[in-house]
């Protein structure tokens, strides 16, 4: 286009790093039940000792452990089985030097004994006597009443989201209710005349079904967001500069795809100049693929524009988009995507000063990449996982070892 500049593209990298929008979400109160994969607060500390008292971890006999010493096959120690202990119930047998109380796993150890022998290790020679065929040391199968947690330990902490095993440890502290942050509410926004909606049942040439919003609902609850469509709006700057208006007001991320190009239609970033202060950080970044990429901030509010291509989309809001939704909505530590380590069946070319994002087939720790245009959206439904190229490689060799994201 005459007169048109083309975009002077930042690294990711950089954009990353220098992109930092005001934005977070502020704190609300869930049941814990409702907390997986929520992001706490601030940090969760137990008001009590966990277990909270000494626990036996073997069905067998709690004793004094100085009494089974020098015990062996040849050797065994005679102790006086002096009652039972049941689950559930306080330690309420004392078990005194040279006798033993028969105790199940997980039941409360008395405060006397301080050891407990495996029945294995054991064997009953009268009625009220058993024979100790192993020593055990002061300690052996116990856990101490705050081995699990201290009190002021922390439970869970700030800005991880939540994961099945967390929520089980709140639960056996007896944490009902806790802090979040609110999920980022992310408007997603489809532009271009073309584009409909995707339950229309008859599209004439020209047109296509919007594919992008609802893969990008899916990401975005994936990463712990709120989706919220604002749907399709024409390629028309007064139309889109009031949809966009709308939803910075209501939103703490906004993502508006296609537009974003060098074309005579190309209305996001005039759209995005008009909502105000501090207004577009960068137009362009040094990703293949995904070039024409706005990032901007309106008020205190992120706005990505991404390109039309649904193949390129995804893959930059999966690398840009996602990072600044963890970043709104306070996820500090942010969970390990699945991959799997593979070596490249055959050569890419990648230029240097540019981020790659190859997708692959990975079969035997083998990854295959997937060529194609990235108008084609099937390119992305075919791969396993994607590989990254760094932005100072020039291409990976037939048989380089790489690490391969998997998608979920
Ligand atoms: N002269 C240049 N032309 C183009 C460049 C360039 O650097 N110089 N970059 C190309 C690349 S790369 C991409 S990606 C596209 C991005 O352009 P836009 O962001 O302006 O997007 P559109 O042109 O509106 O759309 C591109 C393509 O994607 C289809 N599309 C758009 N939205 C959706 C949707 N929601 N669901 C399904 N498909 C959608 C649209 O119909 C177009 O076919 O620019 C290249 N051109
Ligand atoms: O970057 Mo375009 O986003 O390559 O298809």
């Known amino acids: 286009m005459p007169g048109r500049e083309f975009f002077q593209t930042q690294s990711v990298g950089q954009a990353l790093a220098g992109f930092r929008p005001r934005r977070r979400t502020g704190p609300e109160t869930v049941r814990r039940e409702d907390a997986l994969g929520r992001v706490p607060a601030r940090a969760v500390r137990s008001g009590v000792p966990l277990p909270g008292f000494a626990r036996s971890t073997v069905d067998g006999y709690a004793v004094r452990a100085a009494d089974t010493y020098g015990a062996g096959d040849g050797l065994p120690a005679y102790l006086d089985v002096v009652g039972a202990l049941r689950m559930g119930t306080a330690a309420d047998v004392e078990v005194r030097s040279g006798g033993a109380v028969q105790i199940p796993t997980g039941a409360a150890v008395p405060g006397s004994a301080d050891a407990v022998v ?36 922390e439970l869970v902490p700030a800005g991880r989201p939540l994961r099945a095993q967390d929520l089980g440890l709140l639960a056996a502290a007896g944490i009902t209710r806790l802090v979040v942050l609110r ?99 960068c137009h362009g970044l040094a990703i293949k693929p995904g070039k024409p990429t706005l990032l901007a901030e309106c008020a205190d509010v992120p ?23 963890r970043l709104v909505g306070g996820i500090t530590t942010v969970p390990p995507e699945p991959s799997t380590a593979a070596t490249m069946a055959r050569p890419v070319a990648s230029a240097a000063g540019r981020l790659d994002v190859v997708q692959v087939s990975v079969r035997d720790g083998v990854a295959t990449p997937l060529f194609g245009h990235s108008a084609l959206l099937s390119l992305l439904t075919s791969a396993d996982g994607y590989v990254v190229i760094p932005e100072p490689a020039t291409g990976l060799d037939a048989g380089t070892s790489v690490t391969v994201t998997m998608y979920r």
């Open 118 to 153: 495996m029945i294995e290790h054991t064997q009953v020679t009268m009625p009220g006597v058993i024979e100790v065929t192993r020593p055990v040391a002061v300690g052996d199968g116990v856990v101490r009443p705050d081995e699990d947690v201290a009190v002021g330990n």
């Open 183 to 281: 999920r980022p509410r992310v408007a997603i926004i489809s532009t271009g005349d073309e584009v409909v909606a995707p339950d229309t049942e008859c599209v004439s040439p020209g047109q296509v079904r919007d594919a992008t919003a609802s893969a990008l609902a899916a990401l975005v609850l994936q990463a712990g967001g709120e989706p919220a469509s604002y749907g399709i709006v024409p390629d028309d700057l007064e139309l889109l500069t009031k949809t966009l208006t709308t939803a910075v007001a209501e939103c703490d991320l906004v993502v508006v795809s296609a537009g974003s190009s060098v074309g005579a239609r190309d209305e996001t970033t005039a759209a995005v100049e008009a909502l105000g202060a501090p207004g577009v950080y």
């Open 303 to 325: 706005v990505i524009g991404l390109p039309g291509n649904p193949l390129s989309a995804l893959v930059v809001f999966r690398m840009v988009g996602l990072p600044v939704l």
